[in-house]
């Protein structure tokens, strides 16, 4: 894994990020692990702290203008997250896949949304997740490392 990001890290077009989120094991807030992945993400990219807390200013962080060029997301531990907040999380680059599928006519960094990649990193299989609300995973699951 390291080869591979220090490989990406090389493409100028792209911002890259790998966030740990082991740490997280115990939080049960999903606002607060909303703001844990934001506080990263801004201290990495030197950007402006808004303390995204919901669903929706978790997918504002993503937006054009939010970020200089499009964003390769790589989420390590992510399983060790509780199950609700995989599927809050997950809902989230759903909901930026779906707008960035709508203008496929564009290139990524003149999309809506910067979000270009997300790889979930764990050692347990997050696509065999299942919560009361249904899966969070309505893509091919081939799809889900490169579905944004």
Not at 58 to 73: A, C, Q, S, T, V
Not at 117 to 123: E, K, M, P, Y
């Amino acid at each position: 894994m390291k080869e591979a990001l220090f490989k990406l890290r090389e493409d100028k077009r792209f911002d890259v990020l790998k966030i740990n989120l082991e740490v997280l094991k115990t939080e049960e807030d999903i606002g607060e692990i909303f703001d844990y992945i934001e506080e990263k993400m801004v201290w990495k990219l030197d950007k402006e702290y808004t303390g995204a807390v919901s669903q929706k200013q978790f997918e504002n962080l993503f937006k054009k203008g939010n970020l200089d060029k499009p964003l390769i997301l790589i989420l390590d531990e992510f399983d060790a997250l509780s199950e609700d907040a995989i599927s809050a999380i997950v809902g989230a680059f759903r909901n930026i896949y779906m707008v960035r599928q709508e203008q496929s006519d564009k290139p990524t960094e003149e999309k809506d949304y910067l979000l270009h990649s997300v790889a979930l990193i764990g050692v347990r299989s997050v696509l065999g997740i299942e919560n009361q609300k249904g899966s969070p995973f309505n893509l091919d699951s081939r799809k889900i490392v490169t579905m944004i």
